[in-house]
């Protein structure tokens, strides 16, 4: 019986999670042709943190542009050129289109350091300079009607423009505290503030979904927490259903790896990022639900 009951286990566990991982992708809603960008502080943090959304987000099938901007080198031990071309190796195991779609920054202002936040300024600056370049797609926002008239190519001109649609961060915890990572959230923040100000009746062109953190227990649940993470965002979302707003990007996603997913996510870890394979992240590959399941979160920015 005792036997009967060891072997029935996996297999119930594997059912459930083949079974919740495909509810996910029927159910849930996807996001289509965007030019989105993936802000990370350190190489690794896409394949340890993001690798669900990866994957999903970079399916040709969609018609995505997915794209990584890493603040840091990860320069820590002195491995940060080694760390670049794990991440450019990464990515593209990941599914991203080209090794080109990945950029580095290494700037004195963002150490790679357990202790030191970053300066949320100096980092809207830079996303600014980086995605607020002139582009050749529309904005989707839509101007409010108001008293004064104007004409169109007034309203046109005035426009916030980016070159990106979505962008995609840690949220103000940062799964892990860690100083870099919420650093992230409250940088793109400032630039997003920054690019809508005097902006007022215009919709943002960027929409920022932050990746939610959670409780250690849930934390280290791997595939078992996927059945609470569905529950958690469907009640969330038909909490919410009555406040979206028509043509809006969906204000919650979540991506749920199947196995073979969730197998490229180990990969890359194990076999790009080879430099960061201590011990506790074998640990972290194995049991690590960031590694199976994401669930994200959009912003409001104000």
Not at 7 to 19: A, E, M, N, Q, R
Not at 78 to 99: F, W
Request: charged content about 20%; proline content about 6%; overall charge positive.
């Amino acid at each position: 019986m005792q036997l009967y009951l060891a072997l029935l286990i996996p297999v119930l566990i594997l059912t459930c999670w083949l079974y919740t991982a495909h509810i996910a992708r029927a159910s849930f809603p996807r996001l289509r042709n965007q030019r989105i960008c993936l802000l990370i502080a350190h190489p690794d943090d896409e394949a340890m943190f993001f690798a669900p959304t990866v994957l999903a987000l970079a399916d040709p099938h969609l018609g995505n542009h997915v794209k990584i901007l890493c603040l840091s080198s990860g320069d820590a031990d002195g491995l940060g050129p080694v760390r670049k071309t794990e991440l450019a190796r990464s990515a593209l195991l990941l599914g991203l289109r080209s090794a080109h779609d990945v950029l580095v920054i290494e700037d004195p202002a963002f150490p790679d350091s357990m202790t030191t936040p970053w300066d949320a300024a100096q980092l809207a600056t830079v996303m600014a300079r980086t995605f607020q370049a002139s582009s050749t797609k529309p904005p989707p926002a839509r101007k409010q009607a108001s008293s004064s008239s104007s004409s169109s190519s007034d309203q046109n001109a005035g426009a916030p423009t980016a070159t990106i649609d979505v962008l995609i961060t840690f949220d103000r915890h940062g799964v892990s505290r860690h100083p870099n990572h919420t650093s992230l959230y409250h940088g793109a923040l400032a630039w997003l503030r920054g690019l809508m100000r005097g902006k007022a009746g215009w919709e943002c062109p960027v929409a920022l979904y932050t990746l939610s953190s959670t409780h250690v227990l849930r934390k280290y649940a791997s595939v078992l927490d996927a059945p609470f993470t569905m529950l958690r965002c469907v009640l969330q979302s038909v909490a919410g259903a009555g406040k979206h707003e028509k043509g809006a990007l969906p204000k919650r996603l979540m991506y749920l790896s199947d196995v073979g997913a969730y197998r490229t996510a180990q990969r890359a870890m194990t076999q790009a990022h080879r430099s960061q394979m201590r011990w506790f992240r074998w640990g972290w590959i194995a049991v690590g639900r960031y590694m199976v399941v994401n669930d994200l979160k959009r912003e409001r920015v104000t």
